[in-house]
């Protein structure tokens, strides 16, 4: 995704906590929803606070800990409320986007003699997805809805959750293809294989 798209991600969780957050537990958020499919690291997590904070859609102060050092919390501004307000209701932008995952990629560059490494990545990622979707489904069965915080990050988890399923059925959807493609109707096995 986009620095573009990266801000307005890391805006939208600031906005639905009215008493702030710090950086730390953004990232672990950012982390929970989007960490199987978008990789961010802590560097570039603050560099987004401190453009946000530098633009003046966030405010940072201190927060007094005791027996540890203070940690810098964020708050969306009214100018930031504003922005992210516009940029919600703005259609998405109609230029297609690159598909970015390395499954994608790989399989533009797998040929027809790969059938089981192609098969294998399949698998492994089914897995991760699988791996992702039960983190969030007991993330969800934490939150508590009858706060603001809760009631977004419910529906935060509850998109997630419905990504997570439709690259599920994506992935059917290849492995099905795949294996039409790659299989001969008369003996089951790939083309030009020995029978068995």
Same mark, same amino acid.
């Given at each position: 995704? $986009?620095?573009? +798209?990266?801000q307005? +991600?890391?805006?939208?969780?600031?906005? %639905?906590?009215?008493?702030?957050v710090?950086?730390?537990?953004?990232k &672990?958020e950012f982390? %929970?929803?989007?960490g =199987?499919?978008?990789?961010l690291?802590?560097?570039?997590?603050? /560099? !987004?606070l401190d453009?946000?904070?530098r633009?003046?859609? @966030?405010?940072?102060f201190?927060?007094?800990q !005791?027996g /540890?050092p203070n940690?810098k919390?964020?708050?969306?501004?009214?100018?930031?409320?504003k922005?992210l307000?516009?940029?919600?209701? &703005?259609?998405?932008?109609? =230029?297609?986007?690159?598909?970015?995952?390395?499954l994608?990629?790989?399989?533009l560059?797998?040929?027809?003699?790969?059938? =089981?490494?192609l098969?294998a990545? @399949? $698998?492994?990622?089914? %897995?991760?997805?699988?791996?992702?979707l %039960?983190?969030?489904?007991?993330?969800r069965?934490?939150v508590?809805?009858?706060t603001?915080?809760?009631? #977004?990050?419910?529906?935060?988890l509850s998109?997630?959750?419905?990504?997570v399923?439709t690259?599920?059925?994506?992935l059917?959807? #290849?492995?099905?293809e795949v294996?039409? /493609?790659?299989?001969?109707? $008369?003996?089951?096995?790939?083309?030009? $294989?020995k029978p068995r």
């Amino acid at each position: 995704m $986009s620095m573009y +798209a990266l801000q307005y +991600a890391v805006l939208g969780l600031i906005s %639905a906590r009215e008493a702030g957050v710090h950086g730390y537990k953004l990232k &672990n958020e950012f982390d %929970a929803l989007y960490g =199987d499919f978008w990789a961010l690291n802590y560097g570039q997590m603050y /560099r !987004t606070l401190d453009r946000l904070e530098r633009a003046g859609l @966030i405010e940072g102060f201190d927060e007094l800990q !005791t027996g /540890r050092p203070n940690r810098k919390v964020f708050r969306i501004t009214r100018q930031g409320r504003k922005k992210l307000e516009a940029w919600l209701v &703005n259609p998405p932008s109609q =230029d297609p986007r690159p598909l970015r995952d390395e499954l994608s990629l790989k399989l533009l560059f797998l040929t027809d003699g790969r059938l =089981d490494e192609l098969r294998a990545i @399949i $698998s492994t990622q089914r %897995a991760v997805y699988l791996q992702h979707l %039960a983190r969030l489904n007991k993330r969800r069965h934490k939150v508590a809805a009858d706060t603001r915080d809760g009631f #977004v990050m419910k529906l935060l988890l509850s998109q997630a959750d419905m990504r997570v399923r439709t690259d599920l059925a994506w992935l059917d959807l #290849v492995e099905s293809e795949v294996s039409r /493609r790659f299989t001969d109707p $008369s003996t089951g096995s790939p083309p030009g $294989s020995k029978p068995r």
